[in-house]
C-alpha cells in the first residue's frame, strides 16, 4: 500500500515551504504559484482579469500569425 503524505515539505536554498492538500495551484504564463484557499480567494478577480488579458494577448498573436503579419505586432 502507497501512503501519499497530506503535506509537503518543498526546499529551494535556504527556504523551505509547506504545500497543504488543500492548496491551489495556479499556472499562468509568469509561472506555477501555490496558494492556500483563502489567500486564491483573495486574489480571484486579479487572477481572472489576468487570464483575460493573456487571452486577448494570445488570440493576437494568432491573428497576425494566421495572416503571416508578425511584424505587425511590434509596430502596433
Sequence with gaps: MVKIAPDIAYRLGEQTTTIRSSDIAIMDNDGVFI???????????????????????????LEVYRNNELDKLFSD
Design 35 to 61: 496558494l492556500s484557499v483563502d489567500v486564491a480567494q483573495q486574489l480571484l478577480s486579479d487572477c481572472q482579469k489576468k487570464h483575460k488579458e493573456d487571452e486577448v494577448k494570445f488570440q493576437r498573436f
